[in-house]
């Protein structure tokens, strides 16, 4: 897959399908745009999913700032899904400052050749936001392109969107988060050094550091499935600052893997959550640490034999 980000000057040599929105979370609404977008391949079009970038350096405050999955995780996703191009195009004055008719004729016409064009119904564009799906529609017909107009996915009455979803992740609800995401919600990472408490409880852990603007779930210890290349490990996780071995400055993502063993150090993890245990908690030494992950972990295997 082709990913570019962090310039404005990008191109297809070829007629594209091509996507647009913000695409946080790739959820089951993302879902229904992205199989349209890749129909097209048997036609012979480009795929292309075209999003402003995201920005991990910017300070995040509030529940709507954060981000569901970070750019990595998203790039990734859409390259499995066999995604062409991916377009992160930076939040610059020479685009957010387009009028809807100079972005469809500089953008979709003459840099990404669009034939098709598929969005969702609250999709706006252009300088604040002037245009709509009606504005697209007439516009297509000017500059050679069809326009689809995908109604909103739904989940219990509600609009499935990447607010919905961030809401149930803040309040601790794996299995709806989950189900308006269309697969488990993750976090992936390179696995760091920690302090090997763990390991000198022998029960050793792998820890990963999200960025400030992925949005966690509550602090607490979770059943997940950790994906390492082709295999899969179930364990426990503790989102959290551990604040029985005196504390974290970031909140981290430690994972005890049943029945592996090896030097994880350095390599590529995906975690998958599947069920909240409880909150995390101080304990007064490392011995009453070791006895509740102990039970942890008896949990957790327990959970696997009731799923398998």
């Not at 954060?66 to 195009?89: P, V, Y």
């Not at 919905?164 to 919600?185: F, I, Q």
């Amino acid at each position: 897959m082709n990913y570019v980000t962090g310039a404005a000057d990008f191109h297809t040599d070829s007629p594209s399908a091509v996507s647009l929105g913000k695409f946080d979370g790739l959820h089951r609404g993302h879902q229904k745009l992205i199989g349209r977008v890749l129909s097209k391949k048997q036609q012979g079009l480009l795929t292309v999913i075209f999003t402003f970038e995201k920005n991990p350096t910017r300070m995040l405050s509030g529940l709507s700032g954060q981000n569901i999955m970070t750019n990595e995780e998203r790039r990734r996703l859409l390259e499995q899904a066999g995604i062409d191009h991916l377009l992160e195009c930076p939040f610059v004055p020479e685009l957010s400052h387009m009028e809807p008719e100079t972005f469809v004729r500089k953008v979709l016409a003459e840099r990404l050749h669009a034939a098709f064009v598929v969005v969702g119904e609250d999709f706006r564009f252009g300088y604040r936001r002037k245009g709509d799906v009606k504005t697209l529609e007439e516009l297509g017909k000017s500059y050679g392109f069809c326009v689809e107009v995908v109604q909103k996915a739904k989940s219990h009455g509600r609009d499935i969107s990447s607010t919905y979803v961030r809401e149930a992740l803040h309040e601790g609800n794996l299995p709806l988060a989950n189900e308006l995401l269309g697969y488990r919600y993750f976090v992936s990472g390179e696995v760091l050094h920690g302090r090997q408490i763990g390991r000198t409880l022998g029960l050793p852990t792998t820890n990963l550091l999200p960025p400030a603007e992925k949005l966690l779930p509550p602090n607490g210890v979770y059943l997940t499935k950790t994906r390492l290349e082709d295999e899969d490990f179930y364990g426990i996780t503790n989102i959290g600052y551990k604040p029985t071995v005196g504390g974290e400055s970031r909140k981290g993502v430690e994972t005890y893997l049943f029945d592996y063993s090896g030097d994880l150090y350095g390599r590529h993890l995906t975690v998958e959550f599947l069920e909240f245990e409880r909150p995390e908690q101080k304990f007064k030494s490392l011995e009453d640490l070791k006895a509740r992950i102990l039970s942890d972990v008896h949990w957790g295997k327990s959970k696997i034999c009731v799923k398998s």
